[in-house]
């Protein structure tokens, strides 16, 4: 039973209240009361003390809610929404619930929604301290009503949600970004949910037509005693549930600010980054991230053939590097103790000394001698330091004496003793780890190896991606154009990227706009590939089934991203037998197949092939803006932009000019990407943006 003490209801009715004509939504007249009634009757036996948020006709809210419940306005003006309802319950919380501290907890419900259950505030608090989560929201198994054949979908009702009073710092940081949706912060907290039987119990009643059929029920409802017990969870799992136990009702699911343990199967399909709920960018990187890992397989290759292959194994360094110490530089090696020494007076002549030369040491050919006092040798850069010296005089800075440079004179204060001497196992030391496994090898890298004495390293196998265009209006290069068809520019792309990464490429063409050919595409692609790329057919389109299919091979953890271009983009595994590979499902759009395999596909399969994170995290630099870009908060947008030497010398960038998804003319004259983040709003000319440089990307 949860603590009802500590829980606050918070009866959301703070949006202008007219949809449904001159009388506020939750004063409607349902039954012998009001929908806001109805909804204060069933919320009253659940908690220990109950609000109500309005923004208008707050005496009439008063009227029906009594004495002892408040009726409060949003703190934000403007009408923005359930989340500014939210912070005021917290706001509210901070001066009002002071007894129960952090343990103190708010119980949001909508004003149009009279037929909540009973059993909320217990089944969200059981599923809330069993997650250790920041809130829990109930959840519901919806069909579709248009198609009775298709597969039930887990739907998120997030303003039915417990949430712990003490984020109200987090909430204003998120608002003062500018944005108002109440599952886009969602996703940046812990979230547990809870699968609700009675989908109907969570319906809301936007319309007259619909409240003059539901008041029989309501009447009905409001003479009937109300059950006040708690109902446990039929069960418990982590992430979106996955297959059958989701549609068969497990009560728990912990969906955590990663997204990791999204699930699996259809049941799992709606989870995160779904049509209503698309996911940051951020998260959705990190889910990739938890999920991929580096192939098992090993080889052991030729120095020659290593160029851009990935280390499996640290490569130990045989040797020190340099062997012997060395001359850094053309010059005279010497005592250090022969140095003039200004101070002690060790010389007749203070402020300079003469030594004689007493031979010449080459690179590869060292002095066999030994040098005594007052004696210094002629030395090459790269040559052995002489038994006896420990310190170089460039030769600018020595002045020669005699007609065969047979003396050299240093003045005082020239140079230290011990200087431009470089030490034996001073680049690598013998033991030590010249280069570690998850390097990408690049030409520095093979000159390092090759230093040791090394012909053969041992890198992971290559990885293997197939990958293929979807959609009946493609035609492959050579074919006539159709009235309403395209040259397939995509596959092209695709394959310029996997083979500039290093992968072994497998190219299944053109797949139609049918599920039986694309189920046939998936399954063979999983047999013989690592991962699998598919440009197209992850859209609302009634021929986009990528997603579709992915969920009855596999699972998938997202297909929907806060972002732009790219919005469309699937991401999970698909199976065939024992055979399985990670897929992602691309837009269709040329630059959106581009910036979203740079972004998402590329460092994933950079770590499948086995290379660190900080080698597969793309770089990006700072730059100020040329000019003014708009910008909305609550998603990533990535602008194509060229960036060059401002008037001052720094970093400026402009944008390539129209923006279309479809504009891949706008890529081959850019040489960035503009990254402008998920909270930002429009950006001014001059202000600081990030960017990623294409060089060492594309």
């Given at each position: ?6 829980i ?26 009001t ?64 007894a ?26 059981a ?22 054949n ?45 699968l ?46 996955s ?20 699930g ?5 399909a ?71 020494n ?16 007493a031979?010449?040491?080459?690179a ?14 002629r030395?090459?850069?790269?040559a052995?330091?002489?038994?006896g ?32 001497r ?58 006539p154009l ?50 699998i ?8 389109g ?35 037998g024992d ?37 597969a ?10 000019t ?5 908060p ?23 000019g ?41």
């Amino acid at each position: 039973m949860a603590p009802a003490n500590a829980i606050t209801g918070w009866i959301l009715a703070g949006g202008r209240g007219t949809r449904m004509g001159r009388v506020d939504k939750g004063l409607q007249p349902l039954g012998d009361t009001t929908m806001a009634g109805h909804v204060l009757a069933r919320l009253r036996p659940q908690v220990g003390a109950i609000a109500i948020n309005a923004n208008r006709n707050l005496t009439q809210y008063q009227a029906l809610a009594g004495p002892d419940v408040a009726v409060v306005a949003d703190h934000i003006g403007g009408f923005e929404g359930p989340l500014a309802g939210l912070q005021t319950a917290l706001l509210y919380c901070s001066a009002h619930c002071t007894a129960q501290g952090d343990t103190a907890l708010v119980l949001t419900a909508p004003c149009d929604s009279p037929f909540l259950p009973p059993d909320l505030a217990a089944r969200l608090h059981a599923a809330l301290v069993a997650n250790d989560a920041d809130v829990a929201l109930a959840v519901t198994m919806e069909t579709d009503p248009e198609n009775a054949n298709a597969a039930p979908y887990r739907q998120r009702h997030p303003v039915f949600s417990l949430i712990r009073a003490n984020l109200l710092p987090q909430l204003e940081a998120w608002l003062a970004t500018g944005a108002r949706r109440m599952e886009g912060w969602y996703h940046t907290l812990s979230v547990a949910e809870v699968l609700f039987d009675d989908a109907a119990a969570f319906r809301n009643i936007n319309t007259l037509e619909e409240l003059q059929r539901h008041a029989p029920e309501a009447t009905a409802a409001t003479s009937a005693p109300m059950a006040t017990g708690p109902k446990s969870a039929t069960g418990t799992g982590t992430g979106a549930g996955s297959g059958s136990e989701a549609e068969a009702g497990a009560g728990v699911g912990a969906v955590t600010a990663t997204g990791a343990g999204a699930g699996t199967g259809a049941g799992a399909a709606a989870g995160n980054g779904d049509d209503n709920n698309p996911l940051p960018v951020d998260q959705a990187l990190r889910l990739i991230a938890a999920r991929v890992a580096p192939v098992a397989e090993t080889e052991t290759v030729g120095l020659c053939a290593a160029l851009d292959r990935v280390l499996a194994t640290d490569i130990i360094s045989p040797i020190n590097v340099p062997a012997y110490d060395n001359s850094a530089m053309d010059g005279y090696a010497l005592r250090g103790a022969d140095l003039p020494n200004v101070e002690s007076g060790a010389h007749p002549d203070a402020g300079a000394v003469t030594l004689t030369v007493a031979g010449i040491a080459y690179a590869g050919r060292a002095f066999a001698g030994k040098v005594e006092q007052g004696q210094c040798v002629r030395i090459m850069t790269g040559a052995a330091m002489p038994a006896g010296c420990d310190s170089v005089l460039p030769q600018e800075l020595a002045a020669a004496i005699g007609s065969d440079s047979d003396s050299v004179t240093i003045a005082a204060g020239v140079i230290a003793p011990g200087a431009n001497r470089r030490f034996a196992g001073e680049d690598l030391a013998l033991g030590g780890v010249a280069l570690a496994a998850g390097k990408v090898l690049r030409p520095a890298d093979l000159g390092l190896v090759a230093s040791l004495g090394i012909a053969e390293v041992t890198v992971r196998r290559r990885l293997r991606v197939a990958f293929f265009s979807t959609g009946d209006e493609l035609r492959a290069l050579g074919q006539p154009l159709d009235d309403g068809c395209v040259y397939d520019s995509n596959r092209y792309t695709l394959f310029g990227m996997l083979a500039r990464l290093g992968c072994e490429v497998i190219d299944l063409g053109i797949v139609r706009d049918d599920p039986v050919a694309l189920e046939a595409a998936l399954r063979t692609a999983c047999r013989d590939a690592d991962a699998i790329i598919t440009s197209g057919g992850v859209s609302e389109g009634a021929a986009d089934y990528t997603r579709d299919i992915m969920a009855l091979l596999g699972d998938v953890a997202f297909w929907k991203l806060a972002m732009r271009p790219g919005r469309p983009l699937a991401f999970g595994k698909v199976s065939d037998g024992d055979a399985s590979a990670w897929l992602f499902g691309l837009p269709g759009n040329p630059v959106a197949v581009m910036v979203s395999f740079y972004l998402f596909a590329r460092p994933a399969l950079l770590r499948m092939m086995g290379a660190t994170a900080v080698a597969a995290r793309p770089l990006l630099l700072r730059a100020r803006a040329a000019t003014a870009m708009r910008k909305r908060p609550g998603r990533t947008e990535y602008q194509r932009g060229i960036v060059a030497p401002g008037p001052d010398g720094a970093p400026q960038v402009r944008l390539t000019g129209a923006q279309g998804s479809g504009i891949l003319s706008s890529m081959t004259a850019a040489n960035c990407i503009v990254v402008l983040a998920h909270g930002q709003g429009n950006v001014a000319a001059g202000d600081m943006v990030d960017i990623l440089p294409f060089d060492g990307l594309i």
